[in-house]
Each structure stands twice: as structure tokens, then as C-alpha cells.
């Protein structure tokens, strides 16, 4: 089971902190993959960037400059940053995790705005 959690409203240009906390399951499995997607109305379903169980990352380009993925294995957790947000980066955010994206979070709405 995967949970989402983070602020549910940020401002512009600040940075979107959200932590995906993993239940039934470790995140150092062998040969998952961890990963944070996003949907908007806009963009559709948006892959962001991802974490391996040996903690390799994995970025979308477009999204490269801004996002930092990272876990902590201490607590179970991978975590995404993203930095300079606009309110084009309103959205759900998924947490992903699996071989094959084969869980997922419920989502948690991020909006941004003043």
C-alpha cells in the first residue's frame, strides 16, 4: 500500500515537497521500481521521474531542472521536490511502485496558487 502526503495548496515559484510512504512492502524489493506520476486536465498522465531499489533516479526531461526524487529507507519513504512551481504544476500526484506500476497511491491534489 502506497500513501501520498504533502501540502495540499503551495505558492508560486516555491518548492512542492510530497512523501510517498510505503506500507506491505519495502522499497529496497529487488527489481521495483518507485516512481511519481502526475494528472491534470491539461497534460493527461505525466510520468515525473522515479528512484530504483538501488537508488539510481530517473527524470523526465521536462521535469529534470526542477525535481529531486530521493527515499529514505529508515522510514520507508521515497520523496519527491519539486522546485519553482507554477500553477501549470497543479495537479493529482500519484506515488507508483512495483515492477510494473503495479500499485499506486490514492493521489493527492496539489494546487498552486497565491
Known amino acids: 500500500q502506497l500513501q501520498e502526503s504533502g501540502p495540499g495548496l503551495v505558492k508560486p515559484s516555491q518548492t512542492l515537497s510530497l512523501t510517498c510512504t510505503v506500507s506491505g512492502g519495502s522499497v529496497t524489493t529487488i527489481d521495483y521500481a518507485w516512481d511519481w506520476i502526475r494528472q491534470s486536465p491539461e497534460k493527461g498522465l505525466e510520468w515525473m521521474g522515479a528512484i530504483s531499489t538501488r537508488g539510481v533516479t530517473y527524470y523526465s526531461p521536462s521535469l529534470k531542472s526542477r525535481s529531486t526524487i530521493a527515499r529514505d529507507t529508515s522510514k520507508n519513504q521515497f520523496l519527491l521536490q519539486l522546485s519553482n512551481v507554477t500553477p501549470e504544476d497543479t495537479a493529482i500526484y500519484y506515488c507508483?511502485?512495483?515492477?510494473?506500476?503495479?500499485?499506486w497511491g490514492q493521489g493527492t491534489q496539489v494546487t498552486v496558487s497565491s
Open positions: 507508483v511502485g512495483g515492477a510494473a506500476y503495479d500499485y
